[in-house]
């Protein structure tokens, strides 16, 4: 199960391709930052795709935090459109499981999911590669 925060189009590719991937069973998109703990808390998903760039009120790093500590087995990805290395280093410190870039197609970020749900960490800064 995929919960993922962010905006409509994001949602709608990766719904047509979870829907034909047999190894997740739902995805729940969470409009905003302050659905994301009453939602996961609810349904207790496999993987968080959360938008760092998104968050609205409350911080990413906050809504990490709550989701590691509420939901912790919960394995939480951060994506952003401007990843850093300051940006990783503080989304791992801080328990994701991985960041992703803004970009990605949705092939592959079915494919970075899959890994993290496996127990690998992500790290995909380069839409490209």
Same mark, same amino acid.
């Given at each position: 199960?995929?919960?993922?925060?962010?905006?409509?189009?994001?949602?709608?590719?990766?719904? /047509? $391709?979870?829907?034909?991937?047999?190894?997740?069973?739902?995805?729940?998109?969470?409009?905003?930052?302050?659905?994301?703990?009453?939602?996961?808390? %609810?349904?207790?998903?496999?993987? /968080?795709?959360?938008?760092?760039? %998104?968050?609205? =009120?409350?911080?990413?790093?906050?809504? #990490?935090?709550? #989701?590691?500590? &509420? /939901?912790? &087995?919960? *394995?939480?990805?951060?994506?952003?459109?401007?990843?850093?290395?300051? #940006?990783?280093? %503080?989304?791992?410190? $801080?328990?994701?499981?991985? #960041?992703?870039?803004?970009?990605?197609?949705? &092939? *592959?970020?079915? $494919?970075?999911?899959?890994?993290?749900?496996?127990? =690998?960490?992500?790290?995909?800064? &380069?839409?490209?590669?």
């Amino acid at each position: 199960m995929l919960c993922i925060v962010d905006d409509p189009p994001l949602v709608e590719a990766l719904g /047509v $391709h979870i829907q034909e991937a047999p190894d997740f069973a739902a995805l729940h998109p969470i409009g905003g930052s302050d659905e994301v703990m009453v939602v996961a808390k %609810r349904v207790k998903p496999s993987v /968080v795709l959360l938008d760092f760039d %998104r968050s609205g =009120d409350v911080s990413a790093m906050t809504i #990490l935090n709550e #989701l590691r500590r &509420d /939901v912790p &087995d919960a *394995r939480v990805v951060v994506m952003s459109g401007a990843p850093n290395g300051e #940006l990783v280093a %503080r989304s791992l410190s $801080h328990g994701a499981a991985g #960041l992703v870039t803004k970009g990605l197609s949705a &092939d *592959r970020l079915v $494919h970075a999911m899959r890994r993290v749900l496996g127990g =690998d960490a992500v790290i995909m800064l &380069d839409a490209t590669t």
